[in-house]
């Protein structure tokens, strides 16, 4: 074990002398780590001096959790340059021929690189927090609590890790260190916006919902860290000279995988599109089981949570829920406020997002919005058990008539998002990372243009035109 582990140290303490050699990379991330916990201190009071001007009651104490986050995301930021040259500037530079002609496998290589890209701006963000908290606590103010602090030092080594791969993935697939760093706002933007909804979350003061997005980031940085070595090959980092935006040759491989040699309609259903829904069954039964799993999780959160507010629920409280109710359309007249191209539509959107979600987080996060939407099943059951109508009749009346076609299309196309997430993590011997994505976007298409759209069409028709007269047997006016 630690035989495998010998070249990695050794590409890891080449890369440190180059990195100590380079004051243009230490000088901006030494004033980063000294100065910004001083800045950002000042702006928390100034902030909240401002805010309490107009009764807001901030308390400075709520401020100090969210600065050390930033404080931490900064420093990695500046040292995201490293990351982004570590392959191709060396190509550029012309010492990359003896690195890879080294006896070393190429995980050995990549893990190399990836030691001091994350260890070198989490030493300075670790640094930058330590200042930053014996600031605060000479300022009399309360620190945060160990689970929450330990919440925020995962969070920023995750994002390290997270950014970090992400950015030795961009290096590894550029030609030039130019266009490295154009490619590094696609790093920076989605992590900034990950960090507002962290920041949101630590405001709450929601820890449990905190977890979650600590493992999902870790997830993401996992699954980069694997896409990485599963597309790191020698032979391409010295055999390509230029970047190229061949569209023509993009289209005609999107195509000839799209419409995959059929001379007929149904030929394409029975041999093209067969073939792609056999590849993701094993997804299919993963997706199944994640739909259980949150039924589950929704239901019992629901039971666990509302019975006690249900129960202690006043006259008035009730008053005002049936009032609310009455506001809704009458179901006698509900035909009159759906419309089955509307239902289409809003379908449709709901399966994209789950894809484009997944696409730019390897699943995960189209899983998790699968999730949320079949979860929300389990608890409207649990509510309506709780407030003591029988849930049973209802849901066969009013969910199962288009559910028969809506929810298997959405377990389908969640599949699919899942599946693409599954095979970019995987070794493509032979074959470029834009030939595997160009495949696994046809094969997307030909699942949702093939049986996905038709599936919500009909659960559209069903949803609008069958589904109301049959929930109306059942509660009556």
């Known amino acids: 074990m630690f035989t495998k582990l010998a070249p990695v140290w050794?590409?890891?303490?080449?890369?440190?002398?180059?990195?100590?050699?380079?004051?243009?990379?230490?000088?901006?991330?030494?004033?980063?780590?000294?100065?910004?916990?001083?800045?950002?201190?000042?702006?928390?009071?100034?902030?909240?001096?401002?805010?309490?001007?107009?009764?807001?009651?901030?308390?400075?104490?709520?401020?100090?959790?969210?600065?050390?986050?930033?404080?931490?995301?900064?420093?990695i930021t500046v040292s995201l340059v490293v990351a982004l040259e570590s392959?191709?500037?060396?190509?550029?530079?012309?010492?990359?021929e003896p690195l890879l002609s080294a006896p070393f496998d190429d995980w050995q290589l990549y893990f190399g690189k990836l030691l001091v890209g994350a260890a070198t701006p989490l030493i300075a963000s670790y640094l930058s927090i330590g200042l930053y908290l014996i600031m605060v606590s000479r300022q009399n103010l309360n620190l945060p609590s160990p689970s929450v602090m330990l919440q925020l030092m995962l969070l920023t080594t995750a994002h390290a890790v997270?950014?970090?791969?992400?950015?030795?993935?961009?290096?590894?697939?550029?030609?030039?260190?130019?266009?490295?760093?154009?490619?590094?706002?696609?790093?920076?933007?989605?992590?900034?916006?990950?960090?507002?909804?962290e920041?949101?979350?630590?405001?709450?003061?929601?820890?449990?919902?905190?977890?979650?997005?600590?493992a999902g980031v870790m997830i993401i940085s996992l699954l980069l860290i694997r896409v990485g070595i599963a597309h790191f090959q020698r032979e391409y980092l010295l055999g390509r000279e230029i970047d190229t935006l061949n569209v023509k040759w993009m289209w005609?491989?999107?195509?000839?995988?799209?419409?995959?040699?059929?001379?007929?309609?149904?030929d394409w259903y029975g041999r093209v599109l067969g073939a792609a829904l056999r590849r993701i069954v094993p997804a299919v039964f993963v997706v199944v089981l994640i739909a259980?799993?949150?039924?589950?999780?929704?239901?019992?959160?629901?039971?666990q949570n509302l019975s006690e507010t249900v129960a202690l629920a006043s006259p008035e409280d009730i008053q005002k829920l049936e009032e609310r109710v009455r506001e809704l359309p009458d179901l006698s007249n509900l035909r009159d406020h759906l419309s089955a191209s509307s239902l289409f539509l809003?379908?449709?959107?709901?399966?994209?997002?789950?894809?484009?979600?997944?696409?730019?987080?390897?699943?995960?996060?189209?899983i998790l919005f699968y999730m949320i939407n079949i979860g929300l099943i389990g608890g409207v059951f649990a509510l309506f058990q709780l407030l003591g109508i029988q849930p049973l009749p209802i849901f066969l009346a009013g969910v199962a008539p288009h559910g028969v076609f809506e929810i298997p299309a959405l377990m389908i196309g969640s599949a699919v998002v899942l599946y693409i997430g599954a095979a970019l993590v995987t070794p493509q011997a032979g074959r470029s990372m834009g030939e595997v994505i160009l495949e696994l976007l046809a094969d997307w298409a030909k699942?949702?243009?093939?049986?996905?759209?038709?599936?919500?069409?009909?659960?559209?028709?069903?949803?609008?035109?069958?589904?109301?007269?049959?929930l109306l047997r059942v509660i009556g006016n």
């Open 199 to 214: 920041a949101v979350m630590l405001f709450w003061g929601n820890e449990q919902v905190l977890w979650l997005g600590v």
């Open 10 to 75: 050794l590409v890891a303490k080449r890369e440190l002398r180059d990195q100590f050699r380079d004051w243009r990379v230490l000088l901006p991330m030494a004033i980063l780590t000294l100065c910004f916990p001083f800045l950002m201190n000042e702006f928390a009071k100034q902030t909240v001096d401002f805010l309490n001007q107009y009764n807001a009651n901030l308390i400075l104490d709520r401020l100090v959790p969210f600065s050390i986050m930033i404080i931490g995301f900064f420093p």
């Open 447 to 470: 699942i949702f243009l093939g049986l996905i759209l038709p599936l919500l069409a009909v659960a559209a028709v069903v949803e609008a035109y069958i589904t109301p007269g049959l």
């Open 292 to 303: 259980g799993v949150s039924l589950w999780m929704s239901y019992d959160w629901v039971i």
């Open 87 to 96: 392959f191709v500037g060396e190509k550029e530079r012309g010492t990359i």
């Open 162 to 197: 997270l950014m970090v791969s992400a950015a030795i993935v961009i290096s590894v697939q550029s030609t030039s260190v130019k266009a490295a760093n154009l490619l590094a706002s696609f790093i920076v933007i989605p992590v900034a916006i990950l960090m507002q909804g």
């Open 346 to 366: 809003n379908n449709t959107r709901a399966v994209t997002v789950i894809f484009l979600a997944g696409m730019v987080s390897f699943s995960v996060l189209g």
């Open 252 to 266: 005609r491989a999107f195509a000839s995988n799209f419409i995959g040699g059929a001379v007929s309609l149904k």
